[in-house]
């Protein structure tokens, strides 16, 4: 019936486009999220960082040196002249330059299709970004439907959200080699985010057990595909993945 199928879909394990196809093209980047809406996943990840001059962009590090031909912090330069470095990646054998793009390019060009799990994280060990999250997914109309899910390493980040918008999905995230079973449990939060190494059947038996869904992301490239293959029959409820094509294909087909 349509009922069973709806469940027999809710349970297969959500993949989840780390930085976007990364695998094939620099993360965080437009092109790396239209790839990956192309592959087709359930999730574009993204990591947040804020410019000096308080907007949010798409950037992993603390600076632009490793995705860049620039050099420094993002939270050093304006907007304005972030934008005035590139990343320089190359697809079907075209070379591709591009800006570092802010969150609302990337919801612009992909908010009518895609869902999103966002990372947040401290400013300066100050909670600064949560609220203007949640002002631009609410300006996007995406706060409904689990068509957001937030994520962050920090706490502060996380009950920040929840004080402003009790409503939107969480992912408690821990850093590898750290992850406490009895803490994850312990808070509200639905969803923890383990490193591949520090998930067991035990673990994964035990969250389930306090009805928290379990999304795993990998810190070691080369050992990635034995590990999502290692943890399939875990049930693990989602992937953070650099190969998306090989996790769909693992997990089968959607
Ligand atoms: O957000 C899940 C995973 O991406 C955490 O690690 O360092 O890649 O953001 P990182
Ligand atoms: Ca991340």
Redesign the pocket.
């Given at each position: 019936s349509e009922h069973e199928k709806e469940i027999v879909q809710a349970d297969k394990p959500k993949i989840i486009a780390?930085?976007g196809a990364n695998d094939r093209f620099i993360e965080h980047t437009l092109t790396a999220y239209k790839i990956a809406t192309e592959d087709g996943v359930n999730y574009l990840?993204i990591?947040l960082r804020m410019t000096k001059d308080g907007e949010l962009v798409a950037m992993?590090d603390e600076t632009i040196d490793r995705t860049t031909n620039g050099q420094g912090k993002v939270s050093d330069y304006t907007l304005k002249e972030l934008k005035k470095f590139n990343t320089i990646s190359t697809y079907n054998n075209k070379t591709i330059s591009e800006e570092i793009p802010t969150l609302r390019e990337i919801l612009d060009s992909f908010s009518d299709t895609e869902n999103f799990?966002i990372?947040t994280r401290l400013v300066n060990g100050h909670v600064a970004m949560e609220k203007q999250v949640l002002e631009l997914l609410q300006e996007y109309d995406l706060l409904h439907n689990n068509r957001v899910i937030l994520?962050s390493?920090s706490m502060k980040s996380l009950e920040k959200i929840s004080s402003i918008y009790p409503n939107i999905p969480l992912?408690l995230?821990f850093r590898k080699g750290e992850f406490d079973v009895d803490q994850a449990a312990s808070t509200n939060y639905p969803i923890v985010?383990i490193?591949s190494k520090d998930v067991t059947r035990e673990v994964v038996k035990q969250l389930h057990k306090r009805g928290k869904e379990v999304?795993v992301?990998f810190?070691n490239r080369k050992s990635q595909k034995k590990e999502q293959k290692r943890m399939l029959e875990f049930g693990v409820d989602g992937y953070?993945t650099d190969y998306i094509l090989y996790t769909k294909e693992l997990v089968g087909d959607m």
């Open positions: 780390h930085r990840e990591d992993h799990y990372e994520q390493f992912t995230l985010g490193e999304h992301y810190t953070f």
